[in-house]
């Protein structure tokens, strides 16, 4: 099983419409992120958690919101998808230290029409 | 904003060669981490330096790091066509957040 799950892998939507990512991990790290690719553009990182109960704004924060419903899941929502929000969206995780390697999700990509 | 800049952004061999990529960055850093990413897929970690550290090697990658001109390269050597893939770096600064750059780009040829 892979370490970091995100569901679904691929969704087309509509301008205005909820949309939920979802972010699950087996390896039991307290540090999740989500990020945002676009082309050209790199990652940028939009939240990270570090526990259930600490939530903080990456640098694209704007639009999305986020939930750490357990230590492993932790999900990302849209709550009126517009189309520039048509991207690629990683879910990463991160052991206790928070200064090695990031584990990547598959992606979820995201097309809002 | 992004701190690390990769350069080039598109770079195609033929197999067998030896690819070279380059990552400069603004501010000072507590490490750099070099990522790979088949096309559409998610990153994968490749190698860590700490910036204490000038030169790292893992199989057939090896990366320096010149923290005096905020610079850092990866070389593949002996490429093969699976090697083609995105390559990422990523800065890590006083804060635990990395920030990545735009990616080279790397085709081989077989």
């Known amino acids: ?113 | 904003s992004q701190q690390g800049e990769e350069d080039p952004q598109a770079l195609s061999i033929q197999e067998g060669e030896n690819a070279t990529m380059n990552c400069s960055y603004k501010t000072s850093i507590n490490n750099l981490q070099w990522y790979r990413q088949n096309s559409g897929r998610g990153l994968v970690h490749l190698i860590l330096i700490r910036s204490n550290e000038r030169e790292k090697h893992s199989g057939r990658l090896r990366v320096t790091l010149d923290t005096s001109k905020k610079s850092s390269s990866l070389l593949i050597t002996a490429s093969r066509a699976a090697d083609t893939a995105s390559y990422f770096c990523a800065t890590q600064g006083g804060s635990e957040k990395l920030v990545f750059g735009k990616g080279t780009k790397l085709t081989v040829n077989p």
């Open chain 1, 1 to 113: 099983d892979a370490d970091v799950t995100q569901t679904p892998r691929n969704r087309i939507t509509k301008t205005g419409k909820r949309i939920m990512l979802e972010c699950s991990q087996t390896k039991g790290h307290d540090r999740m992120y989500w990020y945002r690719q676009d082309p050209g553009l790199g990652l940028r990182l939009i939240y990270y958690s570090f526990d259930v109960k600490d939530i903080n704004k990456g640098e694209i924060s704007d639009g999305y919101s986020v939930s750490r419903q357990a230590q492993a899941k932790f999900s990302l929502s849209l709550e009126s998808a517009i189309p520039n929000q048509t991207a690629l969206y990683f879910c990463a995780i991160r052991g206790q230290g928070g200064t090695g390697e990031l584990f990547f999700g598959e992606g979820s990509r995201l097309t809002v029409l």
